[in-house]
C-alpha cells in the first residue's frame, strides 16, 4: 500500500501560525508619480565634439545644429585615441627620419625655384627684335619658365604630412597652387566622371553643344540644397533663383558667360523640338576663392535644361548690348554663338524638370499660356507591307 502524500496537521499548524503572525501590506494608493526608490538618475547626454565625432548620426546632429565636423572621419577619429603632438614633436624614430629626407628635398625644390626664377627674369629682360620669332618665342619661352616653376611649387609640397591634413581638413587656401592641384586631382577622380556621363548620356553633347572638355566644377543650388547633375526638380523649387558654385583650379580671375538652355521646346506646327534661351549672362569674374554665381529669375523651368559655361578667350569682355540685339530666347543655339564670340566652353550642368502638381501653379504666377494643353505623340503609321490585313487570313 502506498504511504498518503496528505501534509500532516503538524505542518498545517505552523503554515497557519506563520500567516496571522506576518504584518500585514498595506496597499500603495493611486498616484501619477513613480516611487521614489524606482527613480532613476539620468545624467544628462553630453553633445558630440566636432574634432572627434566619428558616428554618422552624431554628424548629423552636428550639422543641423550648425557645427560640422572638423577634418576628416579619419583624423577625427584618430584624435579619440591620442594626444594633440604636432608632427615635429612625435616619439617615432622612423617618421622622424622620412620627414628629414622630405625636408631636405623639399630645399632643393626651392633652390631649382630660385634659378628657375632668375632665368625667368632674364627671358624678360630680352629685346624681342634680337630673337629669330621676336615677340611670340619671348611670349612662348615667359610662359613655359612660369609653367616650370608652378610645377616645382607643386612637386615642393606634394609629399608634406601638414598639406595633405589641412587639405583633407577643408582648410587649405586655393590661392596656392599645391591646394589646387590637389583640388582638381580630388575632382577628377569622382564627379568629373560623374558630370561627364550625365551630359553624354542626357545628350547635352551634342544636342546642345558639339564637344565640351570639363575644365571646372559646377554645382547647382536650390535653397541651400545641391543638386546632382540631371536631378528632377520639382516646379515650385525651380521657379526661383539658383546659385551656381563654379570651382575654378587655375590661378587668377577668368571671365565667363552663362547660358541655360531649353532644347526641347516642342513646335507643334512643325512637329520637331526648338531650343530655347532662358539665361544669359556675360563677363561673369571667378576666382578659385571666390566661386559662387547668383542667377536670376528663370523662366518657367521645364525639360532638359543644360547649364552652360563659355569662357571669354584671353578675358575679353563681350559687348552686352550687341548680343541682346542680336539674338532672341526662341530658336537659340550655343553653336551660332561659338562661332561668332571668343568664347570657348569649359563646363556644363542640366537639372531636368517634368510636370508635376505646382507646374499649373508656376505657370500661371509667370503669365505663360498652355497650362490645359496636353502633348502627344502622334502615331505611327505601319509600312503597307506590315499593315494587317483581315481578309487575307481566311
Not at 572627434?52 to 543641423?64: D, G, I, R
Not at 550655343?334 to 564670340?341: D, F, M, V
Amino acid at each position: 500500500m502506498a504511504p498518503s502524500r496528505a501534509p500532516s496537521t503538524a505542518l498545517l499548524r505552523s503554515l497557519r501560525a506563520a500567516c496571522f503572525d506576518a504584518p500585514a501590506t498595506t496597499a500603495r494608493r493611486y498616484s501619477t508619480t513613480p516611487i521614489r526608490h524606482l527613480e532613476v538618475e539620468t545624467a544628462p547626454t553630453p553633445a558630440p565634439d566636432p574634432a572627434t565625432v566619428t558616428l554618422k548620426t552624431e554628424e548629423s546632429q552636428l550639422a543641423q545644429a550648425g557645427k560640422p565636423p572638423i577634418g576628416s572621419r579619419r583624423r577625427r577619429a584618430a584624435l579619440q585615441h591620442t594626444d594633440s603632438v604636432p608632427f615635429s614633436a612625435l616619439p617615432y624614430q622612423c617618421f622622424q627620419e622620412a620627414r628629414a629626407i622630405l625636408i631636405a628635398d623639399r630645399n632643393e625644390k626651392l633652390k631649382q625655384i630660385e634659378v628657375e626664377r632668375e632665368r625667368l627674369d632674364r627671358a624678360r629682360a630680352i629685346d624681342p627684335d634680337t630673337l629669330a620669332h621676336g615677340q611670340k618665342q619671348k611670349d612662348l619661352k615667359i610662359k613655359g619658365l612660369e609653367q616650370q616653376i608652378e610645377k616645382l611649387k607643386i612637386l615642393a609640397d606634394i609629399n608634406d604630412p601638414n598639406v595633405k591634413r589641412r587639405f583633407e581638413d577643408g582648410q587649405g587656401d586655393l590661392n596656392k597652387p599645391i591646394y589646387r592641384f590637389l583640388a582638381e586631382r580630388k575632382w577628377r577622380e569622382y564627379r568629373r566622371k560623374i558630370q561627364v556621363q550625365r551630359i553624354e548620356t542626357m545628350k547635352v553633347v551634342p544636342d546642345v553643344l558639339p564637344q565640351c572638355e570639363l575644365d571646372v566644377d559646377i554645382t547647382t543650388f536650390w535653397n541651400r540644397r545641391s543638386m546632382s547633375p540631371g536631378d528632377f526638380v520639382p516646379s515650385s523649387t525651380s521657379e526661383q533663383p539658383p546659385s551656381l558654385k563654379v570651382q575654378s583650379f587655375k590661378r587668377g580671375e577668368r571671365l565667363l558667360t552663362v547660358a541655360v538652355i531649353d532644347p526641347d521646346v516642342p513646335n507643334t506646327e512643325t512637329d520637331l523640338f526648338e531650343s530655347r534661351c532662358h539665361f544669359l549672362a556675360t563677363n561673369i569674374v571667378i576666382t578659385p576663392t571666390s566661386p559662387i554665381i547668383d542667377f536670376a529669375k528663370l523662366d518657367d523651368p521645364y525639360h532638359r535644361l543644360a547649364i552652360i559655361l563659355l569662357e571669354n578667350r584671353n578675358n575679353l569682355e563681350l559687348d552686352t548690348q550687341a548680343l541682346t540685339s542680336m539674338y532672341t530666347r526662341d530658336n537659340f543655339t550655343i553653336r551660332k554663338a561659338l562661332t561668332r564670340h571668343p568664347v570657348s566652353p569649359i563646363g556644363a550642368a542640366l537639372f531636368r524638370t517634368k510636370w508635376d502638381d505646382t507646374m499649373a501653379d508656376v505657370m500661371a504666377r509667370n503669365g505663360i499660356e498652355g497650362a490645359n494643353v496636353e502633348l502627344k505623340r502622334k502615331k505611327v503609321e505601319p509600312l503597307p507591307y506590315k499593315r494587317r490585313n483581315p481578309p487575307s487570313f481566311r
